[in-house]
């Protein structure tokens, strides 16, 4: 089991920036990647960015390339997301996924094994 907690979420206003963290504790050794996802209200949850523990290959949402960054801190067990240049758009739940299976580029909620509770990101016009 793996167990994940975010936090850094909050209210911000159009152009600012903030950073999430996701602490992963538990069988962390066995996770491939981590990614984060996101859902607006009245919307499906959908991927935001991805990156491979072991490599730090990520790969990101069209709409969020070059304003938002993933990264881990492997002595910390921590995932990051970076996101610079918030747009009211970006407003939603944050959630930060695990997967321990080797399945290429995780994309895909079914693709993740382990989920934290989210966190709320608040972007004003």
């Known amino acids: 089991q793996v167990q994940l907690v975010e936090s850094g979420g909050g209210l911000v206003q159009a152009g600012g920036s903030l950073r999430l963290s996701c602490v992963t504790s538990?069988?962390?050794?066995?996770?491939?990647?981590a990614g984060w996802f996101r859902q607006a209200p009245g919307k499906e949850r959908e991927f935001v960015a991805t990156?491979?523990?072991?490599?730090?290959?990520?790969y990101y949402e069209d709409s969020v390339k070059g304003r938002f960054t993933i990264s881990r801190d492997n002595a910390k067990n921590t995932v990051y997301l970076q996101m610079n240049s918030l747009k009211p758009e970006d407003t939603a739940i944050y959630y930060c996924?695990?997967?321990?299976?080797?399945?290429?580029?995780?994309?895909?909620?079914?693709?993740?094994?382990?989920w934290g509770q989210g966190t709320q990101v608040t972007v004003s016009s």
């Open positions: 996924a695990v997967g321990v299976r080797p399945l290429g580029v995780l994309m895909t909620q079914s693709q993740y094994d382990y």
């Open positions: 538990g069988r962390t050794s066995s996770t491939y990647a």
């Open positions: 990156i491979r523990w072991s490599s730090g290959l990520s």
